[in-house]
């Protein structure tokens, strides 16, 4: 009869497998945010408040196409350019900005009320 001690020490073969999927998982899915831009908020604008009215800051954003925005003078929309700022300096009153992204979808991106 042969003694294998050898079998007493490691992992369970189940363990190791299930540590092996998950940490190639989590690679794949690292390496896939960075590539295909995943985590990205890809539909994010910076709007500043001023006294005044707001001023959105049009920079490095490849998804939206138009802005609209409800002012308290009217309605503005805006082609979006992927550079500069708008300046809506319209006085007091509530300011509801509307994104278009490329798919032409529609979203509420949010209301500043100016006072």
Same mark, same amino acid.
């Given at each position: 009869?042969i003694? +294998?001690?050898d +079998? ?5 073969? $189940?363990? %190791?497998? #299930? @540590?092996?999927v998950?940490?190639t @998982?989590?690679? =794949? #899915?690292v390496i896939a +945010?960075f590539?295909? &831009? #995943? *985590?990205?908020s890809e /539909?994010? @604008?910076?709007?500043? !408040?001023?006294? /005044? %009215?707001i $001023?959105i &800051?049009m /920079?490095?954003? +490849?998804?939206?196409?138009?802005i609209? =925005? &409800?002012?308290?003078? *009217?309605?503005a ?5 992927? /550079?500069?700022?708008?300046?809506? @300096?319209y %006085?007091? %009153?509530e300011y509801?900005v509307?994104? =278009?992204? !490329?798919e032409?979808?529609? !979203? ?8």
């Amino acid at each position: 009869m042969i003694n +294998n001690k050898d +079998n007493t020490y490691g992992v369970s073969p $189940i363990i %190791g497998i #299930l @540590l092996f999927v998950s940490i190639t @998982l989590i690679v =794949v #899915l690292v390496i896939a +945010n960075f590539t295909l &831009d #995943l *985590g990205s908020s890809e /539909n994010s @604008l910076e709007i500043q !408040e001023q006294d /005044n %009215g707001i $001023i959105i &800051d049009m /920079n490095n954003n +490849n998804t939206i196409t138009n802005i609209e =925005v &409800d002012t308290p003078s *009217g309605f503005a929309h805006i082609v979006y350019e992927n /550079n500069g700022e708008i300046e809506l @300096l319209y %006085g007091e %009153g509530e300011y509801i900005v509307t994104i =278009v992204t !490329e798919e032409d979808d529609t !979203e509420l991106y949010d209301t500043y009320t100016i006072e």
